[in-house]
């Protein structure tokens, strides 16, 4: 058995048995993509190697029942032979018990989400390529505007201890970076050297040599397979939340184009339920298309508040010179604004810097 699988059976099998005095969680960010889940499980398995005297344990940042909504992470990992019973989730592990000493390295985000702010004490490392958003304060922070945080996982394996990467772990890290980069592609605006210079050193570990086409297009169909899935838990799939001047926003990011979302049977009343649920002031819908290497994306802005919603519209329109090259198209749902983003490039990873901004200055 692949020695990461042997580390996460091991991992499971002593929380389960025992109550540990001191932990290092490595944890993911909230919206549990690939790139998040493969960077938790991957930079654990190296910092269990480094720290022998430790518990060491990824946590995918999301409760256990919306994993199978994260189609492209469960085909994935199970592709690796790494099921659902050997993870740990977030509603799985009490981080909040005194007595217990935690350390915390963030992966995938370098700000934590309000529910978790009382961790903020406890971190000590940042790995992340997101842009920084932190304050500075006593932890060590890694963060690099690279297409991928496994890009930066797979760097720090092999600059730390190469010899963990065998013919699973490269390919985990490999298949992430492709997704995250639209298979290298530089028309999407996401791509680095880094980025290809990792793909190129993992390829070397894995056997027999992978197709980057096939590997892609597989993680893609995987994303894109909703057909199972609600309205409602499309905009649990793939989320991340900011909060700021008494307001609560939730950013979901759609498989498939927004306009296609929104014709959807049933979506005002998804959207206003799930936004009443969630107390979310309002909600960001960002969509994309990938078809023969072209990018499209798209976006929406969801609140039964008019006021509010044109707030948000003309700061996302207006924001550094209007770099999101937002263009209105028509929507059928109440409360909500579409629109068509011009700029490809700028995924959620831009997006949501400027959402937060705005919230600071309310």
């Known amino acids: 058995m692949p020695p990461i699988i042997d580390f996460l059976h091991a991992i499971k099998k002593t929380l389960g048995c025992e109550c ?75 981080l909040n018990k005194t007595g217990v000493g935690l350390e915390v390295s963030l992966v995938d985000h370098n700000v934590l989400a309000i529910i978790d702010s009382h961790l903020d004490p406890s971190i000590v490392f940042v790995l992340d390529h997101h842009k920084l958003e932190r304050t500075p304060g006593s932890a060590s922070v890694v963060v690099e505007p690279v297409g991928s945080c496994c890009t930066l996982v797979a760097e720090q394996l092999l600059d730390t201890n190469p010899s963990l990467l065998d013919h699973t772990t490269a390919s985990l890290l490999h298949g992430t970076i492709l997704l995250d980069t639209v298979n290298l592609n530089e028309a999407a605006k996401r791509v680095t050297l880094k980025d290809v210079q990792m793909i190129d050193s993992l390829e070397t570990y894995i056997s027999p040599s992978p197709h980057r086409d096939q590997i892609f297009q597989e993680l893609t169909t995987a994303k894109k397979d909703v057909s199972d899935l609600t309205s409602e838990q499309l905009l649990r799939k ?125």
């Not at 969680?25 to 930079?43: I, K, P, R, T």
């Not at 480094?50 to 469960?74: M, S």
């Not at 519209?313 to 263009?327: C, H, T, W």
Request: charged residues 20%; proline residues 4%; negative net charge.
């Open 20 to 94: 540990p005095r001191s932990l290092h969680v490595v944890l993911g960010n909230e919206a549990c993509d690939l790139d998040s889940a493969v960077s938790a499980l991957v930079y654990a398995f190296l910092l269990h190697s480094i720290h022998k005297d430790k518990l060491v344990v990824p946590v995918l940042n999301i409760p256990a029942r919306d994993y199978l909504l994260r189609t492209e992470v469960k085909h994935w990992l199970d592709k690796h032979n790494i099921q659902q019973n050997s993870l740990v989730f977030r509603d799985e592990i009490e």
């Open 238 to 362: 793939d989320v991340k939340v900011v909060s700021g001047g008494g307001l609560t926003v939730g950013m979901a990011s759609l498989p498939m184009m927004v306009q296609e979302y929104l014709a959807r049977s049933g979506v005002s009343e998804s959207l206003a339920e799930h936004s009443s649920s969630c107390h979310y002031d309002l909600i960001v819908l960002m969509g994309i298309s990938i078809s023969d290497q072209h990018v499209t994306r798209d976006l929406a802005i969801f609140s039964s508040d008019h006021s509010l919603r044109e707030k948000l519209v003309s700061e996302l329109r207006g924001a550094e010179g209007g770099v999101l090259q937002l263009m209105p198209q028509p929507s059928s749902v109440d409360h909500c604004e579409a629109f068509l983003q011009d700029n490809v490039g700028a995924s959620r990873k831009v997006v949501l810097p400027l959402v937060r901004d705005w919230l600071s200055r309310l």
